[in-house]
């Protein structure tokens, strides 16, 4: 169960995590992370 996710964005959510394979990564963030804080947390990993 997703709780607090809103139910119209569930399927979308449900075919992203079904796509996804092991070793694969997903960023769960708000509109305020921006392109340069994720290109650095890239190069860091």
Do not use: K, T
Not at 8 to 15: E, G, Q, R
Not at 29 to 34: G, V
Request: aromatic share 0%; net charge negative.
């Amino acid at each position: 169960m997703l709780i607090g996710i809103d139910p119209l964005h569930v399927p979308d959510l449900s075919s992203i995590l079904r796509s996804i394979g092991h070793g694969d990564e997903i960023a769960v963030a708000d509109a305020n992370l921006s392109r340069l804080q994720l290109s650095q947390a890239a190069g860091a990993a």
